[in-house]
């Protein structure tokens, strides 16, 4: 079965950075969409990038835009965030998912099938 497993979140002083690895079992990349989400406490879910495998091209959340980086690794199975310049305001449980079907500029999480169990990232001084 599909299996989604998050890892790279940490604590981090604001301004630096983190680079999150969202490793998928079960699946082939090829014709599927990945989204990194997070949520911080007492809010709500909030979608943050997405990348369309088939050809690599990606979306960003006003939020983070010109700050995080999605990319994949198909030989890897895995879908990496790299996020810079981070501030408190980013300090959640970051979670992949995964959709079985080719998605673009899609941050909706109820398209997604498939969902890691999330990793912690706190930024704090």
């Known amino acids: 079965q599909v299996q989604l497993v998050e890892s790279g979140g940490g604590l981090v002083q604001p301004g630096g950075s983190l680079r999150l690895s969202c490793l998928a079992s079960?699946?082939?990349?090829?014709?599927?969409?990945v989204a990194w989400f997070r949520q911080a406490p007492g809010k709500e879910r909030e979608g943050v990038s997405s990348?369309?495998?088939?050809?690599?091209?990606?979306y960003y959340a006003d939020s983070v835009k010109g700050r995080f980086t999605i990319s994949r690794d198909k030989t890897k199975k895995t879908v990496y965030l790299q996020m810079n310049s981070l501030t408190p305001e980013d300090t959640a449980v970051y979670y992949c998912?995964?959709?079985?079907?080719?998605?673009?500029?899609?941050?909706?999480?109820?398209?997604?099938?498939?969902w890691g169990q999330g990793t912690q990232v706190t930024v704090s001084s």
């Open positions: 990348i369309t495998n088939i050809d690599g091209s990606t």
């Open positions: 079960g699946v082939t990349l090829d014709y599927s969409t």
């Open positions: 998912a995964l959709a079985l079907r080719t998605y673009r500029s899609n941050l909706a999480a109820d398209t997604y099938s498939y």
